[in-house]
């Protein structure tokens, strides 16, 4: 049901029923994003998230699992994970969780990469963050921008709860917005 989704929301998902399949699954084809549920044969999903943040850092990691805990949450935490969602989730806070992972892969790309092309750096697994297609913005700085106007948009224009919903600083959405600004892509305030 899940794929399904993410399917729906224009996404290329790929699922793997277990860690090592995962695993596997990473060692072959580079991605942007993994969804883990905790609950997994085999390999538990924190096991999962410790050895994917510690071959890919950039990867992004979003827990989904209806086996969460306090301790589960606190270990999460220190994995860096995006979010940690419990079953049953709304799609709403997935798709807000989703666009944060996109945000911070997209910050830790263009540290390192040249962003002016959507190539992942060549050094590093990166990812499949997007299809190029024709109904796609041209660059990552088009796309990052749309992301932060639609967050900011979704909450009537609070600057606040946009950061919030993004996983960046209130002064770094600001920071944007003024670049944005200035460069005649929005309207001044």
């Not at 209806?66 to 709403?92: H, N, Q, S, Y």
């Amino acid at each position: 049901m899940l794929l399904a989704y993410l399917t729906e929301m224009g996404l290329e998902p790929v699922g793997a029923g277990s860690a090592e399949s995962g695993l596997k699954l990473l060692e072959q084809q580079s991605f942007a994003i993994a969804i883990v549920d905790l609950n997994l044969p085999g390999m538990g999903g924190m096991d999962f998230c410790q050895r994917v943040r510690q071959r890919w850092q950039s990867m992004q990691l979003i827990v989904l699992t209806g086996f969460g805990d306090l301790e589960a949450a606190k270990r999460a935490i220190r994995l860096d994970v995006v979010d940690f969602l419990t079953k049953p989730c709304g799609m709403d806070n997935l798709e807000a969780a989703l666009g944060r992972a996109r945000l911070r892969w997209m910050d830790r790309w263009l540290a390192t990469a040249d962003h002016r092309s959507l190539e992942p750096p060549k050094d590093e697994p990166a990812a499949q963050l997007i299809q190029p297609s024709s109904t796609l913005p041209v660059s990552i700085d088009d796309m990052e921008r749309q992301l932060i106007l639609a967050a900011v948009e979704r909450h009537n224009g609070s600057r606040e709860a946009a950061a919030a919903e993004l996983g960046i600083s209130v002064r770094k959405l600001y920071y944007r917005l003024r670049q944005y600004q200035q460069r005649g892509l929005i309207p001044q305030d």
